[in-house]
Each structure stands twice: as C-alpha cells, then as structure tokens.
C-alpha cells in the first residue's frame, strides 16, 4: 500500500453551542483488494480475478443498519457476519469487497449470492479490530461519513 492519504482539515459551525468544530478528514486513498488481500493474509474465497479493483475504504461492522448508515461508497466492509444479508448490505451500499474475520466462512448461499452480484469475498484469521487497525496502519482510511457532534 502506498503512502497515507494526506489530512484535510475541515470546519462546521454548530449553532447549538456557537462553536466552530475542526475536522479532520483522510483524503481519498484508493487502495487494490490484493493489496488489502495481502495486508490481512487473507484467503479468497472468491473473486481472485476483481483483486484489482480499488477501495477508497474500510468500515468494520455487524451491524449491517451501521454499514448502511455510515459507509461511503467503493469501500471494503470487514464483519464476523456471514449471512446473505452481508452481501444485500455490500450491493445496497456500493461496497467493492468483504473480508470475513475470525476465520469465519461464508455458506454456499452466501458465495453464490456475490458471485451474482461480482463482490469478492476473503477469509482472515485477525480479529476485526486488528484488521481494521492494520488496514489503517497501511494508510487505508474509515470510511465512516464526518459527522460533527454539537456539545
């Protein structure tokens, strides 16, 4: 993975408080699933020929209303789920991969359903703080929208 995106610095008036709140943002980084791939020693499970599309993110969740909800678009979403409700998420939300941690594996229903829908799946070993935190380490950004809390 190449260098870490550079930080955008970013401000938003809350009208509650009157302040004036700083953000900082990851530019876009757009990162290769074999880089990501690589990155988590995971295993594909299917879509070794889509390794080359690119992320722009990562979001850890089980909460597929939290993925939803949260992620931007052309990200990568690393869960323990391995549910089809876990591929509808990814489609619904323009995710380009998932990677399933803790070594879980998806069913036979859930690989079919991503085949359809050409989401490619891999397999890690890490628990999924520790995936997220190696992506992140590797310049890999959240992918969790900014959202500027009023206090």
């Not at 970013?10 to 876009?28: M, T």
Request: hydrophobic share 45%; aromatic share 6%.
């Amino acid at each position: 993975m190449g260098p870490q995106a550079p930080l955008i610095f970013c401000s938003k008036y809350c009208e509650s408080s009157h302040k004036v709140i700083i953000l900082h943002l990851r530019g876009d980084a757009l990162v290769k699933l074999i880089d990501i791939q690589a990155a988590l020693k995971a295993e594909v499970v299917l879509g070794e020929q889509w390794l080359q599309k690119e992320a722009t993110g990562a979001c850890g969740a089980d909460l597929m209303s939290d993925v939803l909800a949260f992620t931007k678009e052309r990200a990568v979403l690393l869960t323990g789920l391995t549910n089809v409700q876990v591929i509808r998420t990814a489609e619904i939300s323009d995710l380009v991969a998932i990677v399933f941690v803790r070594g879980k594996r998806p069913g036979k229903d859930v690989i079919q359903m991503a085949a359809e829908k050409e989401i490619p799946l891999m397999v890690s070993e890490y628990a999924l703080y520790e995936a997220c935190g190696l992506l992140y380490q590797q310049g890999l950004p959240g992918c969790s929208r900014q959202v500027a809390r009023c206090e």
